[in-house]
C-alpha cells in the first residue's frame, strides 16, 4: 500500500473516532478567515525543483462545536528541476471538512480532509481532480485571533500527461486566524449537559443529571430524581423518595413507604412483603417482638407475647393485684412461709412491668381497735416491701407502703368469710398509663 493511501486511511479511522464524541460548546466565532504562508514540496514526478514558498488562504464555516466546513486555496511558483528556464505557477483549491478535537481550550488540535483541483501553468500546463488530508493545531490568542498551523498531503495525477500514477505534492501550512461575527461564549450548552442549545430540548438540565440526545434528563427508574443525581438508581415502582433519590422507610420496617400497606409499624416487628406485620401464632403480638412465638390458640399473653397467669391479666385489666392469701403471725408482720409461694409469683410479674410504680397497700379486719389495725396493716406492707426487695432485688425506690387498717373493707364485716376477705395485701399501679406501653 502507498503512503497516500495509508494517510487516507489513517485520517478516516481518527475522524470516525472523532466523530462519536460528545458535542461540547466552544467559544469561537462562527465564520473565518485564515490568510498565511505555506511552504510546498511538489512531487518528483513534476521536474520541479525541491521545494517552493507561497501564498494561502483558508474561509470556514462552523457547523457545530467539533466540525467546520473550510475551503482552502493556494498559490506557488516553482522554478524547472534543472534550475534554468520559466517556472510554472501551480493554484490549487479544496473545500475540506474539519474535525476539532476541543474547540475549548487553548490550543486545539484537528484534522482534515477534502477534494479539489489542481491548474498548473507556464511550460506546466493543465487541471487535474486533487484531494488532500491532513492535520493541524489552533493556538487561540482570544475569541477572535488565533494561530494556525497545518500539514497536509495534496494528490493528483500530472496536470499534463494525465496518466494513471498519482502524483503526492506535500505542504506545510501556517497563519492567523480572524473569526468573524458574534461568539456566544458558552452559550451554546448553557445547561453543561453535552447537547448545545440549539438541539438541547430541555434547556434547563439539573447540573449532573444525565440526559439523552435530545438534552432531556432520564429517570430510569421513575422515582422523580434523575439518572445522575439519583444516589439510589434501582428504586421499586412506587416507592416514595428523598431528594436523593433514595426511599424513605418512615417506620423502619425495610418496606419502603408508598409500597407500604402498613405505614405505621412498631419496631421490630417482622413484615411481610407488603408491610404488614407477621403474627405466626396469632395472639396478637407481632413476630420478632414475641419472645412466646409458639403461643397455643386462645392463651391470653403479655406484651411480650409470653402467656400471662390470672394475677398477671388482673394486673393489667384493673391495675391492681389484691392478694388475700398472704398470711402473718396473729398481732405480728412477720410473714408466714406458706406465703413465700404468691409473694414469689407477684415479684415475678412486677419484675417483667419494671417501669410501674407500685403500692404496696396492707388492711386488716374489724376486729380490735382501729389505730392498732392501722399500724398494724402499715408494719405488714412494709414487711412485704421487705420481703421483695432482699429476695428478689426489686427496686426499692418503685414502691411505697402504706398502711389503711380496717378503713377499707371490700367484703361483709359480720362474718368469718368476710373477715378473711378484708385482711389482705393489695399491690396498686400508681401509673396505670405505663401498663399501655
Not at 434547556?203 to 438534552?215: E, L, M, Q, S
Not at 419472645?291 to 406484651?303: E, F, I, L, M, Q
Not at 401509673?431 to 399501655?436: G, T, V, Y
Request: with cysteine; aromatic share 6%.
Amino acid at each position: 500500500m502507498n503512503r497516500h493511501c495509508s494517510i487516507a486511511l489513517g485520517l478516516a479511522a481518527a475522524l470516525l473516532l472523532a466523530g462519536a464524541a460528545p458535542a461540547q460548546a466552544d467559544h469561537t466565532a462562527r465564520w473565518w478567515l485564515v490568510p498565511g504562508g505555506q511552504l510546498l514540496w511538489p512531487s518528483p514526478g513534476l521536474d520541479l525543483e525541491d521545494r517552493a514558498a507561497g501564498l494561502g488562504l483558508i474561509a470556514g464555516l462552523k457547523l457545530n462545536p467539533n466540525w467546520a466546513l473550510e475551503g482552502r486555496i493556494h498559490h506557488a511558483k516553482l522554478g524547472p528541476e534543472s534550475g534554468s528556464g520559466p517556472g510554472s505557477n501551480l493554484l490549487h483549491g479544496e473545500g475540506n471538512l474539519s474535525y476539532f478535537l476541543d474547540p475549548t481550550q487553548r490550543l486545539s488540535p484537528y484534522l482534515t480532509g477534502g477534494m479539489g483541483t489542481v491548474d498548473a501553468s507556464g511550460p506546466l500546463d493543465g487541471k487535474e481532480f486533487a484531494w488532500n488530508a491532513g492535520f493541524g493545531f489552533l493556538y487561540h490568542f482570544n475569541e477572535k485571533v488565533s494561530l494556525r498551523l497545518d500539514a497536509r498531503n495534496v494528490t493528483f495525477r500530472h496536470p499534463v500527461t494525465g496518466d494513471g500514477e498519482w502524483l503526492e505534492s506535500h505542504e506545510i501550512f501556517a497563519g492567523l486566524s480572524f473569526g468573524i461575527g458574534a461568539v456566544k461564549s458558552g452559550a451554546e450548552d448553557a445547561d453543561g449537559d453535552g447537547v448545545i442549545d440549539r438541539l438541547d430540548r430541555c434547556p434547563r438540565t439539573p447540573h449532573g443529571a444525565k440526559v439523552d440526545a435530545d438534552g432531556c434528563p432520564i429517570d430510569s427508574d421513575g422515582d422523580g430524581v434523575w439518572d445522575g443525581i439519583d444516589e439510589c438508581p434501582r428504586t421499586p415502582a412506587g416507592a416514595r423518595v428523598d431528594a436523593r433519590g433514595c426511599p424513605k422507610d418512615a417506620d423502619g420496617d425495610g418496606v419502603a413507604d408508598g409500597i407500604d400497606e402498613c405505614p405505621n409499624t412498631p419496631q421490630g416487628c417482622l413484615v411481610d412483603a407488603k408491610g404488614c406485620e407477621k403474627d405466626s401464632d396469632a395472639d396478637g403480638v407481632c413476630d420478632g417482638v414475641d419472645r412466646c412465638p409458639g403461643t397455643p390458640a386462645r392463651v391470653s399473653v403479655d406484651k411480650f407475647g409470653c402467656p400471662i397467669s390470672q394475677k398477671e391479666r388482673e394486673l393489667i385489666e384493673t391495675g391492681m393485684i389484691r392478694l388475700d392469701n398472704v398470711y402473718f403471725d396473729t398481732g405480728k408482720s412477720s410473714i408466714k412461709p406458706e406465703s413465700h409461694k404468691v409473694l414469689d409469683e407477684v415479684s415475678g410479674i412486677l419484675n417483667k412491668y419494671d417501669e410501674l410504680k407500685i403500692e404496696i397497700g396492707g388492711h386488716t379486719d374489724n376486729r380490735g381497735a382501729e389505730a392498732l389495725n392501722r399500724t398494724l396493716s402499715e408494719a405488714r406492707s412494709n414487711a412485704v416491701l421487705d420481703y421483695l426487695v432482699s429476695k428478689h432485688n426489686l427496686s426499692r425506690g418503685r414502691f411505697t407502703a402504706k398502711g389503711y387498717g380496717e378503713s377499707k373493707p371490700v367484703s361483709s364485716s359480720d362474718t368469718a368469710a368476710g373477715w378473711a376477705k378484708n385482711r389482705r395485701v393489695e399491690f396498686k399501679v400508681l401509673n396505670p398509663e405505663a401498663l399501655k406501653r
